[in-house]
């Protein structure tokens, strides 16, 4: 599904010296690269403040920390999406409140937002699913008519742009995901929170450190999630490529479109946005079948995602299997094919010719 391999030896130089580096300097937490790192993030997506953690889940659970979510409270969101999401909300004590998705795009439903809202709900929190951007003109207009606070949950999507802007600059907080596979991968678990308000930024950065601005001075409820030096510097390098690799899967993504034109439905793309294709993904009717087939010929595939978050045993709160049939739908529906920067025209003929071979017998 994935090469991290190949990328990482293109690039060894560069990063072995980067490492090398903090491994010198002896400064693991909070050394000068995590700073570096965080200033040419802000500057590559042209927002004011980016601030490191632990991991995209701990970006998220960060965020609504800092935007004050309390028990009780309601978040609105998708159940089409990796479990992250509910699980920081439930962990605050707030509800995840389901929209259903899209047919097309797999995001959020926009038009079905605002039926949703209560005196309880804070916040909205959008997932750009697959490398798509939602279609953040219509939430935040549904957020600020509401007096609602927006968390763009970019995990899958740093690189992606929105009529002009920059996933991660236009809601009010902003949680990326570092994860080795995403399309900034770090070499373990890490992640980041961007945003234009200073009060928010130090907010946040008072919570990744025990909520405190002075070292043993609590202000604050806060945690312990740092980007580790080594993390930071190895994005660093990786970071100046972000664009290259984006290109690459979008490129491996046109050639997947063309050979399988006239076979099964190209992934949409919403006119306004970049896809930057963190998954290619594909609806097929005998999805499992299909699956098993690839896996025969020794083609990868994987199923993001299989269960949606209102059915999972841990987050079922009062919602029952016919609450989000589109969700339920793509749920059964969708499989990812091998998407990475360094599929060659081999591999995607190989992966093409198999997949078009089992929907022939398969209608
Ligand atoms: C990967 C991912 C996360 C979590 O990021 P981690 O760094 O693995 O904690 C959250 N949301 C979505 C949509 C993701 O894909």
Redesign the pocket.
Known sequence: MVDTRTQYLKIKDEIDSAINSVIDSSQFIQGPIVGEFERNVSSYLNCKHSIGCA???DA?QIAMMALGIKPGDEIITTPF??V??TETIALLGAKPVYVDIDEKTYNIDVNRIAEKITKKTKAIIP?HLYGQPAEMDKIMEIARANGLFVIE?A??ALGSVYKGKKICTIGDINCI???PS?NLGAFG?A?MLTTNSDEHAEKIRMITSHGSRKKYYHEILGVNSRLDSIQAAILNVKLRYLDEYCNARSSAAAKYNNILEGAVDEPFVLPDGKHIYHQYSIRVKNRNGMQEFLKQNGIPSMIYYPVPLHLQEAYKYDYKRGDYPVSEKIAEEIISLPMHTELDDEQIFFITEKVKEFLKNNI
């Open positions: 991991s995209g889940t998220l999406t990796f992250a999401t997932v949950d995990a899958q995901s570092f994860y995403k678990d992640g």
